[in-house]
């Protein structure tokens, strides 16, 4: 009773900072001078607050907007005496003070509060430019890094700003389904904080494709109003540089809705709304929180889908981009025969990539011993590491390299990313080493990653993928 009671005081107490404008993650505008009217009714708003004898708040909220409040002033300190990219250093690496106060938190509100966060950009911007080696091509569309933030995070396109802002190289949101749904009833996602690891069953918990799609669409006019002025001014490159987006690349995740009977019709429905705003393109047929979905990876299910889920974006009208690449998103708790039967439909129908992997239904040691390992759900995090990694490299031989693949799972590292690399992915997502580590860890893996291809004496992302298997 004390803990819940505690949990619920510190959430009141985050609602007021951030309220109030102080965020965790980013430092208070100046102060400056204030006209004379506001001062006063500040003034005001204080005495009246002071005759009410409101009680202070508990410790540990006083702790958190303390924090807050600590490192908005030392932010406008030190922005006085520090160049752009040595503050932008520290604002990332101020984080870290924070991100721990969120593990106090429900797990569900505190993933809420960070997409709140991010979406009104109470996080930091990365402002200093990316290790050149990080960069490569990939469907046309040049990436800064290689590093994605995975589906679920952002599954209602509420951040996206922020998010690339981060310093993702492309950040993918979803997924959406064509109705809106609640998804699976609540609790149902729980920390195994030890193990690094997440076992979650939200069941595809979506706002709609009318809610995503208005999102999306203010998201892209305001990206080709910047297009249209930054045009009028001198370029010094030819290259077109990030996404629909903004300066990263825009992944949509589609899924279907629980009780819909007719699974292409959901994804053809997504593609007719959305793929207009989207760089790339993912069917999602792997969650284990959506009955019967993951049947869909089987191989005639799964090539006559891609086969009506294809045409639907052939059909519709694109500039001379063309339409975005469309790839599959599958499970790591696939059999051999499983791999072999996707791989080939993947090669028979020229699927621009493969996403490896979703969650797994299965509990890898060590998270098998934790008391919280029975829960239903998909499993995410370091356990995941292993078992997607197989099943990537699996992939990697099986499509010989034709086929590009996104490596998601367990990844928490540069050295992590650079193994996932090596196994054979192009690019690489992380999500749940996000929730622990917070916005530090983008910086950090990508400096990691960096060292790990110069080490090896790779002078590209591209050199180094599948080494592993050659």
Not at 93 to 113: G, I, Q, W
Not at 143 to 164: Q, S
Not at 200 to 210: A, D, L, P
Not at 295 to 312: N, T
Request: hydrophobic letters at 40%; proline letters at 7%; aromatic letters at 6%.
């Amino acid at each position: 009773m004390a803990s819940s009671a505690a949990a619920s005081a510190l959430r009141r107490s985050i609602r007021g900072a951030l309220l109030r404008g102080c965020s965790p993650w980013r430092p208070a505008a100046s102060a400056g001078a204030r006209p004379a009217s506001t001062a006063a009714s500040g003034a005001a708003a204080e005495a009246a607050a002071a005759s009410k004898k409101v009680p202070p708040p508990p410790r540990k909220g006083r702790l958190l907007t303390g924090a807050m409040i600590g490192l908005a002033i030392a932010g406008g300190a030190y922005v006085s005496t520090a160049d752009e990219a040595k503050f932008c250093g520290w604002l990332f690496k101020s984080t870290e003070l924070v991100n721990p106060l969120f593990a106090l938190l429900d797990a569900e509100f505190a993933h809420r509060l960070a997409v709140s966060a991010a979406a009104h950009g109470f996080v930091p911007r990365e402002k200093r430019p990316d290790p050149s080696v990080l960069g490569l091509e990939v469907w046309g569309r040049k990436f800064a890094n290689p590093i994605g933030l995975a589906a679920g995070f952002d599954k209602n396109a509420e951040a996206v700003e922020g998010l690339l802002g981060l310093g993702f190289g492309f950040v993918e949101v979803g997924s959406v389904t064509p109705q809106p749904q609640e998804g699976n009833p609540k609790p149902r996602i729980f920390r195994l904080q030890e193990h690094g690891a997440v076992i979650n069953r939200c069941g595809f918990n979506s706002e709609g494709i009318v809610v995503v799609a208005k999102r999306l669409g203010a998201q892209h006019g305001k990206r080709k109003m910047e297009e249209t002025s930054s045009s009028m001014s001198p370029s010094t490159s030819d290259v077109k540089q990030g996404g629909k987006a903004g300066p990263g690349i825009l992944g949509v995740n589609l899924g279907k809705n629980k009780t819909s009977e007719d699974a292409a019709a959901d994804y053809v429905q997504g593609v007719h709304s959305l793929s207009q705003y989207a760089d790339y393109l993912v069917i999602n047929i792997s969650s284990p929180n959506t009955p019967g979905l993951r049947k869909l990876q089987g191989r005639q299910q799964l090539k006559d889908l891609v086969k009506k889920v294809q045409a639907a974006r052939d059909e519709m009208q694109w500039a001379e981009d063309g339409p975005p690449p469309l790839l599959v998103k599958i499970a790591p708790d696939l059999s051999k025969q499983d791999l072999e039967d996707i791989a080939a439909v993947a090669l028979t129908l020229r699927l621009d990539g493969l996403i490896i992997s979703n969650t797994t239904i299965s509990r890898p040691p060590p998270a098998d011993t934790h008391p919280l390992a029975q829960e239903a759900g998909g499993l995410s995090g370091k356990p995941l590491f292993d078992l997607s990694n197989h099943v990537l490299r699996e992939m990697y031989m099986l499509t010989r390299g034709k086929v590009p693949l996104i490596g998601c799972g367990g990844v928490s590292s540069g050295e992590d990313a650079y193994k996932k690399i090596r196994s054979g992915a192009t690019l690489v997502q992380l999500y749940t080493a996000l929730a622990y580590g917070g916005p530090a860890l983008i910086p950090r893996i990508k400096a990691e990653l960096a060292e790990c291809l110069e080490r090896d004496g790779f002078k590209s992302v591209q050199a180094a993928v599948g080494a592993d298997c050659r």
